[in-house]
């Protein structure tokens, strides 16, 4: 199983981005999927994460507004769209992937089986 990001990068602040993450060996759609990000000296926290049974949609505080996941069904790849983004949205990002697991426990305090290999994204001031 790999997934595999990119799309990241440095963006002035205000700009937006938009990440992709290409999985193998797994069918997305039947996986809760989720984004995460790790500033440096903090914890990896989970942003937004997807229930593949029902939908249901966890956001982080930090990007309600601003930060929207979605899912290419046919590419087997998801997506993480970074609108007017901060310079505190300066980290490194991961997706993830679990067959079990719902949102709210994913981006909480439950890691996926599966991670990508993160992308830096740099907000410039």
């Known amino acids: 199983v790999q997934l595999v990001e990119s799309g990241g990068g440095l963006v002035q602040a205000g700009g937006s981005l938009r990440l992709s993450c290409a999985a193998s060996?797994?069918?997305?759609?039947?996986?809760?999927i989720g984004w995460f990000r790790q500033a440096p000296g903090k914890e990896r926290e989970g942003i937004l994460c997807?229930?593949?049974?029902?939908?249901?949609?966890y956001y982080a505080d930090s990007v309600k507004g601003r930060f929207t996941i979605s899912r290419d069904n046919a590419k087997n790849t998801m997506y993480l769209q970074m609108n007017s983004l901060k310079p505190e949205d300066t980290a490194v990002y991961y997706c993830?992937?679990?067959?079990?697991?719902?949102?709210?426990?994913?981006?909480?305090?439950?890691?996926?089986?599966?991670w990508g290999q993160g992308t830096q994204v740099t907000v410039s001031s």
């Open positions: 993830g992937a679990d067959p079990g697991l719902i949102a709210q426990h994913m981006c909480g305090h439950l890691p996926p089986d599966y």
């Open positions: 060996g797994i069918t997305l759609e039947d996986y809760t």
């Open positions: 997807i229930t593949s049974s029902d939908g249901s949609t």
